[in-house]
């Protein structure tokens, strides 16, 4: 009667150290971040600082893959379909987890398909000039709007993100005639703005920052509350003339929904410690990102919260895609 004991036992120990077991190995092989804008903006910029950091407590590399376009939903929409193992994570902006529901039908629903890691911070926009466009304010872009036939371009970082609601938030409370240019990214924004090929654009202020201090964009207003201390020479919007105007974008890690709870809870520490080091957060508020590491829990009620007040403002400004 006792011969199938041993087996039993052996079973019951499996069960009991399989999970603990699992989690421990984690990972075994490289991970892959995704970012869902190209090389040169700030999701670029604080994507490889965390997987930099990331990779040297994980004993695995962490390697970065830019998957641009669609206002990141082409990037959001690889990992909400990648497999729930741990190894596809990916970095999620406010814009293609929370704008996008109130713009377009969207591959994926962003509280169902994925699993939420950690924030890693808050980030604000900038509106820049081209140098030769004559426009040193945001006084003069409003008047120089209203005045001209067709209205001023601005370019954006993509239909659907916060870059492209900054701009029509300014139109929505100055009347200005602007007329919304779509690229793939902060960088590609950029490199049109500084070619004079566009005269306006709204970038996050992380991406836009070394342009502004080299001379070859001119800072016109940042859409933040306050004056971040990376740019305390550049005037809010509201100080500008648009009281009222407030702007902030929010970003973290993000992977498939099914991951399991233990994988995702360690890569949840993981996030917060590093965007803990010092050495880290000097870097981060040095280009004008304000570090926010959370819980899965606390980023996930983030997400559902916001879906609705970014839907109220896509409606209040009028944004449409292009």
């Not at 140098?131 to 120089?144: M, Q, Y």
């Given at each position: 009667?006792?011969?199938?004991?041993?087996?039993?036992?052996?079973?019951?120990?499996?069960?009991?150290?399989?999970?603990?077991?699992?989690?421990?190995?984690?990972?075994?092989?490289?991970?892959?971040?995704?970012?869902?804008?190209?090389?040169?903006?700030?999701?670029?910029?604080?994507?490889?600082?965390?997987?930099?950091?990331?990779?040297?407590?994980?004993?695995?590399?962490?390697?970065?893959?830019?998957?641009?376009?669609?206002?990141?939903?082409?990037?959001?929409?690889?990992?909400?379909?990648?497999?729930?193992?741990?190894?596809?994570?990916?970095?999620?902006?406010?814009?293609?987890?929370?704008?996008?529901?109130?713009?377009?039908?969207?591959?994926?629903?962003?509280?169902?398909?994925?699993?939420?890691?950690?924030?890693?911070?808050?980030?604000?926009?900038?509106?820049?000039?081209?140098?030769?466009?004559?426009?040193?304010?945001?006084?003069?872009?409003?008047?120089?709007?209203?005045?001209?036939?067709?209205?001023?371009?601005?370019?954006?970082?993509?239909?659907g993100t916060p870059h492209h609601l900054a701009g029509e938030l300014l139109k929505t409370m100055s009347g200005a005639n602007l007329v919304h240019v779509p690229y793939k990214g902060s960088g590609p924004a950029l490199t049109a703005l500084i070619a004079g090929e566009i005269p306006v654009a709204f970038i996050d202020l992380p991406a836009a920052l070394p342009h502004i201090r080299s001379g070859k964009v001119r800072g016109l207003a940042t859409t933040g509350s306050r004056r971040p201390?990376?740019?305390?020479?550049?005037?809010?919007?509201?100080?500008?003339?648009?009281?009222?105007?407030?702007?902030?974008?929010?970003?973290?890690?993000?992977?498939?929904?099914?991951?399991?709870?233990?994988?995702?809870?360690?890569?949840?520490?993981?996030?917060?410690?590093?965007?803990?080091?010092?050495?880290?957060?000097?870097?981060?508020?040095?280009?004008?990102?304000?570090?926010?590491?959370?819980?899965?829990?606390?980023?996930?009620?983030?997400?559902?919260?916001?879906?609705?007040?970014?839907?109220?403002?896509?409606?209040?400004?009028?944004?449409?895609?292009?």
């Open positions: 009667m006792l011969r199938g004991l041993p087996v039993l036992v052996f079973g019951l120990v499996a069960a009991l150290v399989s999970g603990p077991v699992l989690s421990q190995v984690y990972p075994t092989r490289p991970i892959k971040l995704v970012i869902p804008f190209p090389p040169g903006g700030g999701a670029d910029l604080e994507g490889r600082l965390l997987a930099q950091e990331m990779s040297k407590d994980l004993g695995q590399p962490m390697l970065v893959e830019n998957r641009p376009g669609g206002g990141s939903t082409i990037g959001i929409g690889l990992i909400a379909k990648a497999p729930p193992d741990g190894y596809s994570i990916g970095f999620g902006g406010i814009g293609g987890l929370a704008i996008n529901v109130a713009l377009m039908k969207l591959p994926y629903d962003p509280v169902k398909d994925l699993a939420p890691i950690s924030l890693l911070g808050t980030v604000p926009f900038v509106a820049v000039a081209y140098p030769g466009a004559g426009i040193e304010s945001v006084g003069d872009l409003i008047a120089k709007a209203k005045a001209r036939p067709g209205g001023i371009a601005f370019g954006s970082a993509g239909n201390a990376a740019a305390a020479d550049l005037p809010t919007m509201a100080e500008a003339g648009l009281a009222g105007y407030e702007l902030i974008g929010s970003f973290g890690v993000i992977a498939p929904a099914g991951t399991p709870p233990q994988i995702v809870q360690q890569l949840s520490a993981e996030v917060n410690r590093v965007v803990n080091l010092a050495e880290v957060r000097e870097k981060l508020q040095a280009v004008a990102v304000e570090p926010m590491a959370s819980t899965p829990e606390q980023f996930s009620a983030l997400i559902a919260a916001e879906i609705p007040r970014w839907a109220r403002l896509v409606q209040a400004s009028g944004a449409k895609l292009d």
